[in-house]
């Protein structure tokens, strides 16, 4: 079943929002850090913009650290909780640099220790940022492998140590892509599209 869903999935080629696409080509574990960072509890149109504006003031965490906060926090204006988050990006960046000799983590348990950093970004950072096999589970990857009747959950880190066991490891790296953007264009929260879902048939939804 998951083989065929995966297949018709990258068959459907639907359309990926810019940051997805953003987050995708970047290929560095510090800036998909960031950029998941932005992205949290805020919608990807406002997040990609925000995203490039930041990339303006720095790119590395050396740079980075250097940021007066009130900057960037204009700059990533309106992200939610934009102030909150450029302080917290500034400091992980000192870390990073002063703690770290320059390298972010390439293991969750350490990922995780940077405040406001939860098991979805860490996950996320393994897999784009170091093309390890993670499995980032936002709400879109909740929701779906719950529609789908593949898992039965209540969270997103139930859900991902669920996935942990039964997804084949083959696609830990890019389920998050898949799913997320069929969430965004197709299997959304209050009105899937149903009628145009390339997974429809084996969707526990509809049986």
């Not at 995203?51 to 204006?77: C, D, F, G, S």
Request: hydrophobic residues 40%.
């Amino acid at each position: 079943m998951i083989d065929k869903i995966v297949q018709n999935l990258k068959e459907a080629n639907q359309p990926r929002s810019e940051f997805v696409e953003l987050m995708e080509q970047f290929q560095d574990p510090y800036l998909v850090l960031i950029g998941c960072i932005l992205s949290l509890r805020t919608n990807d149109k406002t997040t990609y913009p925000a995203t490039l504006r930041m990339l303006e003031l720095a790119k590395t965490p050396q740079e980075m650290m250097l940021v007066n906060a009130e900057a960037l926090a204009k700059a990533i204006y309106p992200v939610g909780f934009y102030e909150n988050k450029a302080k917290q990006i500034i400091e992980l960046s000192r870390q990073i640099v002063e703690e770290l000799d320059g390298k972010v983590p390439d293991e969750i348990e350490e990922l995780i220790k940077f405040n406001g950093v939860g098991r979805k970004t860490a996950n996320l950072v393994l897999a784009k940022g170091f093309n390890k096999p993670a499995i980032c589970v936002d709400v879109h990857v909740h929701r779906i492998f719950n529609r789908l009747g593949y898992v039965k959950t209540k969270t997103p880190e139930e859900t991902e140590f669920a996935l942990r066991k039964k997804l084949p490891e083959k696609y830990w790296i890019d389920i998050n892509t898949l799913i997320v953007t069929h969430g965004q264009n197709v299997c959304k929260p209050q009105k899937p599209d149903c009628k145009n879902c390339p997974i429809c048939e084996f969707c526990k939804k509809n049986i």
